[in-house]
């Protein structure tokens, strides 16, 4: 004997019930075979509310019979031969005006009780196992269509109705023996009590009748078909690449299922699981797949570790007081009051110093709870040793399931560090007496993101994926974009990664694919793009919830670094180039570096003082050595030395200007590195990295061009530059002069920092920095001879070669 269960999807329409007749029709072949069908999908709901309506006197109930008449007459005349749709037309017309009949005793009486629900309930299984029979007979399969409300019998019970074994058993038994066909077709989810009033078995009822015949008949195998291959290691919808379990013990699936996995509801099976009979989870809409065996003793997993599921809308109830240390009976107190006002307990945590106990329960009950607290501990409460109940919403549970974890070492570790390296915040941790799981409880928007990141520690390839938002799409992006993309073979095969562009915006549109986006077609799908919004574009990356996002930011925009401390709280990476909002104020300085402190996520920045130059963390290094930097002198321009080695009056130096913006080596606005600014801005981080605290009005600027220059629009600016070529060129033979050269410099030490244009010897470091090259001498306690950092420091290309180089690390 086996049975076989199809839930709602599985006999939806016409198609699906005929994937089921397939099935079914194989597995006559090889046993006896009970079938137990739900009702139609959605027709439960359908039914409930149109007891609810009728109640109310709502006379739209009577459309709604309609439209369920409707469609299960279409199935009929969809599935059935024509010679077979009358007779059953006919008959499920006189069911559902029998529907009719008792909705309008209800209307009248205008009270829908327990008994008049659960009859109502039960013609969706009557109506569509009677559809499935008759679509048997009809391709000359003999079958017996038993209605269970005659042989499985209930009795009322404090939590609902109670299956009556012994007497339900004793009827299986005998319809099993009075009719010897290979195939009876029992509708799932109802029943009826000893007096012969349709009862109903509750969530998950139809499983539960699934699981009483499997039991009284000692089948060999139960079947459960739904819409899923099984039970996955996670949500599919949450986390693409879950698979499937292929085996699993029947408690590791009850704690699965206990947390949020709904392909099985564990009371439901327990007849199933008491007789040691497998159960076998498949998917109507792909037969062939194995599917997911829940056994006794399945096989090892890699690991032991079988998956993640998660429980939503979870409230933590916090009791807290001196007066509960040392006293016992507190805990007994508190569960008692939850228990008497029915309230559920999901989870418990308690501190080792006994004064404080968290416990997790369905947000529905969090006020009676509330209540039944309060009431139970009012005299501890008004003598200040306890505290009031305090209730805090929007949780979730997180469970990771598998065999015996109290043995396996570095588990809990490693699903902590997953969760924190993502800048998710855990609220309480635990973990059960049957050492089958270990859960935690977050914030629930955090709860996707954390069953993606847990499920990649323990069921990834063990690539690191990266999920790039890109900000601006100028020189640098697309010179960036043209590094991920030439290198991904490389990035897969020597480091293990995978980067992903999934959004990207410039000025004027942006377009997000959480799949990800392929560079060749980003001009295409950018030019069709919905309209920019920085603000819409940080909540699209929230929205999308991915693990392991990077926000890089390739502009130059003030409005975008405003955004990087609120990136950096929801636990998104920050990499950039733009130096705005690390130079700003040393109060947003601070504020940045105490996020990443306290959140453990990570701000990457080394392209703001010298594009893919080693500078920053090279005196990070010094620092995290204890060495105590001195003072720094540095060539921080690559555009100013450009100019500066290049010029020797044979081309006026507002032309050499406008050949380094084409080049890529100035800003956008080459007036923010002639005026100085920009090297202000490398200066101050260089200063605050190394320890020295500055704010942007403490540096003392000189520029080499008069300042009103610089008030002027850009097009005005070059046409003035033009006027400055006598001044230039005499400070050019002046230096020349000396035998010396022209350098832009920046000093910076404990006193503050100065910025201007210097003649300097040959005998000084700089006096051969040539071309783009940047420079940087660092003078510690431990380099008093200076460990000196030089190499191009201007230019799309390099600076892209930075951010890739920051994306790595």
């Avoid at 024509?82 to 008959?91: E, F, P, R, T």
């Avoid at 085996?247 to 040691?276: D, N």
Wanted: glycine share 8%.
């Amino acid at each position: 004997m086996q049975v076989l269960k199809f839930g709602g999807s599985s006999v939806a329409d016409a198609v699906n019930i005929s994937n089921v007749i397939k099935i079914v029709k194989e597995s006559v072949k090889k046993d006896r075979t009970i079938l137990v069908a739900s009702a139609i999908g959605g027709c439960t709901d359908k039914l409930i509310e149109i007891g609810k309506l009728a109640a109310m006197q709502d006379e739209s109930y009577l459309e709604m019979i309609d439209k369920l008449e409707e469609r299960h007459q279409k199935i009929i005349w969809d599935l059935l031969p024509i010679d077979y749709q009358h007779a059953l037309s006919s008959k499920t017309k006189n069911t559902f005006n029998q529907l009719r009949e008792i909705c309008k005793g209800v209307f009248y009486l205008k009270e829908l009780s327990n008994s008049s629900l659960d009859l109502i309930m039960s013609f969706g299984e009557v109506l569509s196992t009677r559809i499935i029979s008759e679509r048997f007979a009809s391709m000359g399969i003999n079958n017996y269509w038993a209605d269970a409300r005659e042989i499985i019998k209930t009795e009322p019970g404090s939590t609902g109705n109670v299956v009556l074994k012994q007497v339900s058993y004793a009827n299986i038994k005998k319809m099993l023996s009075s009719n010897r066909q290979r195939l009876i077709i029992v509708p799932g989810f109802i029943a009826s009590d000893l007096l012969k009033r349709t009862t109903t078995l509750g969530r998950g009822g139809s499983d539960y009748t699934a699981a009483l015949l499997a039991e009284a008949t000692e089948a060999r195998e139960l079947q459960i078909w739904s819409d899923v291959n099984g039970m996955m290691t996670a949500d599919p919808r949450i986390v693409p690449e879950a698979i499937t379990i292929r085996h699993i013990s029947y408690k590791e699936a009850q704690e699965l299922s206990h947390f949020g996995a709904k392909v099985i509801y564990p009371p439901t099976i327990q007849p199933a699981v008491s007789k040691g009979i497998p159960i076998v989870v498949k998917n109507t809409f792909d037969p062939e797949d194995p599917g997911t065996i829940i056994e006794n003793n399945p096989p090892e997993s890699h690991g032991k570790i079988r998956g993640i599921s998660r429980s939503n809308k979870i409230a933590l109830l916090s009791m807290e007081g001196s007066g509960m240390v040392g006293v016992p009976g507190y805990s007994a107190r508190l569960f008692g009051a939850l228990a008497n006002a029915g309230v559920n307990i999901v989870l418990i945590t308690q501190a080792s110093s006994v004064h404080t106990m968290c416990v997790a329960i369905e947000d529905s009950d969090a006020e009676k709870a509330k209540k039944a607290a309060d009431s139970v501990f009012a005299y501890e409460i008004t003598l200040n040793r306890v505290n009031p109940l305090k209730v805090e919403r929007g949780f979730s549970i997180i469970s990771l399931v598998g065999d015996d974890l109290k043995n396996q070492s570095g588990t809990g570790g490693k699903m902590f560090n997953a969760i924190g390296h993502s800048g998710i915040n855990i609220r309480a941790i635990a973990q059960g007496s049957s050492e089958k799981n270990i859960s935690v409880v977050v914030k629930e928007e955090d709860s996707d993101l954390s069953i993606k990141v847990i499920h990649d520690e323990f069921f990834g390839e063990g690539k690191k994926k990266l999920n790039l938002f890109i900000a601006g799409y100028g020189q640098v992006a697309k010179a960036l974009i043209s590094v991920i993309d030439s290198r991904r073979d490389w990035l897969s095969s020597k480091r293990g990664m995978e980067i992903h562009i999934v959004a990207i915006c410039n000025s004027k549109q942006m377009i997000s694919d959480k799949r990800g986006i392929l560079p060749k077609l980003i001009d295409g799908l950018l030019s069709k793009g919905e309209p920019s919004d920085i603000n819409r574009f940080r909540e699209i990356c929230s929205d999308m919830n991915l693990p392991d996002s990077v926000f890089v930011d390739c502009t130059a925009s003030r409005e975008v670094t405003s955004l990087y401390q609120e990136f950096l709280q929801s636990g998104c990476k920050v990499v950039t180039c733009n130096k705005i909002g690390l130079s700003s104020s040393q109060e947003s300085y601070d504020a940045l570096q105490e996020i990443c402190l306290n959140t453990g996520v990570q701000l990457r920045y080394e392209t703001t003082v010298g594009a893919a130059l080693p500078i920053i963390s090279t005196i990070k290094e010094r620092k995290n050595c204890g060495d105590n930097i001195q003072r720094v002198e540095a060539i921080l321009s690559g555009t100013l030395n450009y100019l500066f080695s290049k010029y020797d009056g044979s081309v006026r130096f507002a032309d050499l200007v406008e050949q380094a913006r084409a080049a890529g080596y100035t800003e956008p606005d080459p007036r923010i590195d002639l005026s100085g600014t920009d090297t202000l801005r490398k200066a101050l981080i260089l200063a605050r990295e190394s320890g020295f605290k500055l704010e942007p009005d403490d540096v003392k600027l000189k520029p080499f061009l008069n300042e009103s220059l610089f008030s002027s629009d850009t097009k005005i600016f070059q046409a003035q530059l033009r006027d400055y070529e006598d001044k230039i060129l005499a400070m050019f033979k002046d230096s020349d002069a000396k035998g010396e050269r022209l350098r832009f410099i920046a000093r910076i030490d404990k006193n503050g920092c100065s910025i201007g244009l210097e003649s300097v010897g040959e005998t000084h470091p700089f006096y051969n920095i040539y071309g783009r090259d940047n420079s940087v001498t660092i003078y510690s306690d431990e380099y008093t001879s200076p460990l000196i950092v030089t190499g191009a420091g201007a230019g799309a290309a390099l600076t892209a070669s930075g951010i890739f180089s920051d994306l790595l690390a």
